[in-house]
């Protein structure tokens, strides 16, 4: 019978056999606690290692193989996705670009890691951690959990906690607590995932019931669960049915067609009943209409809101005081103050750093434009500061006032009270954080920092707007928070510029200042950016440990300063609130925010001096009253008049706002 040429037969189908395998190279000394695991579907895996290795010459010891086929389903993989739970759930290494994973000497593990993920053991937790909440965080649950006992309606409740409070894994705790079996996490900040991600693998992914589900960007190389995954096999090591405890952005809530959006996504979302809703950094994005659109289609039974700056919600009146939770700065600062220095326990707040203030008249650092202006006696023109105007950009991308900026740069570096001016300063303040208010001011100052000669050795970061400082630049396509700690690790010195990127929910532990160069008004806004210089951090100098102690805001509007000061210390207080309480209540709550957040401005003689209450009410009351604030950037009574009312008696005061 005449043989057919194989290209004539139909024949549709070929049999395969997918199968992984795993090889070592014993002789080949760079693979060395290496191992090689790899996709065929050979019958036998040999003829494909050999393809690998015979070519290179080099002996090859196969540890095993095994089907790619999931345990007890009809459900095939391939090895890219054993590859990711690999990295993602076992952290192992792999070598860029290859199939190659570092077991460092313990191969047998890598069989075992096989055999977990076929069984689809989506183990989440890391080495189990014990913890206890701190006082202020024991008295959070507990005055949520009384809250929910006695209200079976109008089931909100707010913790106006300070950054560094804790709030993850005290609303991990609550959640326990509650006995919450779904909790869904929503935040207008997307990048703060790996935070919430972070504590939940540490304490409380063994212990507790759920499973951690997201599909946020930020978590992608993380060992969190689809929807699909979690639906697939919702159950925990030990066999019990797991609970969801899902991350999702509000940016994708809001895109979804079952919460007002186009996309046909998270429809699930919408469909469980969930017993806590966390609503976090929600002074952010919480207050349109697609948000409430988005909000009012989940079903849930209690909302927990978390911020650190809830001066919109406090001021709103929507949270009565039996509804809010308060832990100011203030408070842990006095909590630090305050510790028992005899007790055997050390002080948990012994690392976190005083916040400091520096507000400086910016008529000082650059004179000429002042006393131009000065000269000028027009209706249409008025020379109040403005630091937005004064950063204002033309349309080649420089600055309108380059020349002047210029002239602040060379003050900010050669004056000795000025933070840039000094070796020993520079060294206090190796990384920091500068805002401003456009993306284009922030590529123009950068470039202007590139070419001082004060600044040569810092590496300047872009944090603004898509991040680009030329369409060449490799860091383009990197996350603003990876460029910022990669500079850090590289570079000794460094300055990053942002126009409201890295102000919240993100922690860089050696920035130790933020510089306000923006005029911006928010005091919610404000606080997030200065505290973003608060965070703990010590580190080792020649074999000597040191340990950050002090944070500090430099500010360069006295006016805007101390305005947002007033409101810092009054409006996140119920009885203070939007001016309520008594000037001597209003009083007292700046003078104690004084003692652990002191004020420093220039006198008449241009003395840096700390402000006293009087000083920080009085000073913003007369400027306004004045109304020296209308147009432009300068004005000759902010800066050159300032001695007034540092000198201004009570009934002078009087006279001018009456």
């Not at 008529?363 to 249409?380: L, P, Q, W, Y």
């Not at 990876?482 to 990127?501: M, P, W």
Request: glycine content about 6%; aromatic content about 12%.
């Amino acid at each position: 019978m005449e043989c057919l040429n194989s290209s004539t037969v139909i024949k549709t189908t070929k049999t395969i056999y997918p199968q992984i395998y795993a090889y070592v190279t014993p002789d080949y000394k760079p693979n060395n606690g290496w191992i090689k695991i790899g996709y065929t579907e050979r019958r036998n895996v040999d003829d494909r290692i050999r393809q690998q290795t015979q070519t290179a010459g080099i002996s090859y010891d196969k540890l095993w193989y095994g089907p790619a086929r999931f345990y007890n389903s009809d459900a095939w993989f391939k090895d890219k996705e054993l590859h990711s739970y690999l990295r993602k759930f076992k952290d192992i290494k792999q070598r860029p670009g290859s199939e190659w994973f570092y077991y460092d000497g313990y191969p047998e593990q890598a069989q075992t890691d096989f055999e977990e993920f076929r069984r689809k053991d989506w183990s989440q937790a890391a080495k189990s951690q014990e913890y206890t909440l701190r006082a202020e965080q024991e008295d959070a649950v507990q005055k949520t959990l009384t809250y929910i006992a006695g209200n079976p309606k109008n089931r909100e409740f707010l913790w106006n906690a300070k950054p560094r409070f804790g709030k993850t894994l005290t609303a991990y705790d609550l959640a326990g607590r509650m006995g919450a079996k779904n909790v869904l996490i929503v935040t207008n900040r997307p990048a703060i995932a790996n935070s919430w991600f972070d504590d939940f693998e540490k304490f409380i992914a063994e212990k507790s019931r759920y499973l951690f589900v997201s599909t946020t960007d930020s978590l992608k190389e993380r060992p969190v669960l689809t929807r699909e995954q979690f639906v697939e096999n919702p159950y925990k090591p030990d066999g019990t049915l797991a609970g969801y405890m899902a991350f999702i952005s509000l940016q994708d809530l809001k895109g979804a067609i079952s919460f007002g959006g186009p996309y046909d996504k998270l429809a699930w979302v919408k469909e469980l009943n969930w017993d806590l809703l966390i609503i976090d950094e929600a002074h952010e994005g919480i207050d349109t209409l697609k948000t409430d659109v988005a909000f009012n289609n989940i079903t849930r039974d209690f909302t927990l809101h978390l911020s650190g700056t809830p001066f919109k919600q406090v001021a709103s009146g929507k949270f009565a005081e039996t509804q809010i939770f308060n832990w100011t700065y203030a408070d842990e600062q006095q909590a630090k103050a305050g510790w028992d220095e005899t007790s055997e326990e050390n002080n948990p707040y012994e690392g976190l750093p005083r916040l400091n203030m520096f507000s400086y008249q910016m008529s000082r650092m650059i004179t000429d434009e002042v006393n131009k202006g000065a000269e000028i006696d027009g209706s249409n023109i008025d020379f109040a500061f403005d630091l937005n105007e004064f950063f204002e950009t033309n349309n080649n991308g420089k600055f309108v006032h380059e020349a002047e900026v210029l002239k602040w740069l060379d003050t900010l570096t050669g004056n000795e009270k000025y933070p840039f001016s000094t070796p020993e300063l520079r060294a206090e303040l190796k990384h920091t954080f500068w805002l401003l208010n456009r993306v284009a001011s922030a590529k123009a100052l950068e470039k202007l920092l590139r070419n001082h000669p004060d600044f040569e050795k810092y590496e300047i970061i872009l944090a603004a707007g898509d991040g680009k400082s030329d369409e060449n630049d490799p860091a383009v396509t990197e996350k603003s928070l990876d460029r910022v700690r990669k500079a850090i690790h590289k570079h000794e010195y460094t300055i990053t510029l942002s126009v409201g990127q890295l102000t919240t929910g993100v922690t860089v532990p050696e920035w130790t200042g933020v510089m306000m160069l923006s005029n911006v008004q928010s005091p919610s806004l404000y606080m997030q950016a200065a505290f973003r210089a608060q965070n703990p951090w010590s580190y080792e100098i020649d074999g000597e440990s040191r340990r950050k102690e002090n944070a500090y805001v430099f500010d360069f509007a006295p006016e805007r300063t101390l305005t947002i000061y007033d409101e810092f210390a009054n409006n996140l207080n119920r009885k203070t609130v939007g001016g309520g309480g008594t000037t001597t209540d209003r009083e007292e709550n700046i003078r104690i925010l004084l003692n652990f957040f002191p004020v420093i401005a220039e006198d008449t003689a241009g003395r840096m001096v700390a402000l006293d209450v009087n000083q920080v009410l009085t000073i913003p009351k007369v400027i306004k009253a004045q109304e020296v604030v209308r147009r432009g950037f300068m004005s000759n009574f902010l800066f050159q008049n300032i001695s007034g009312i540092f000198a201004a008696e009570a009934k002078e005061v009087r006279e001018i706002l009456e």
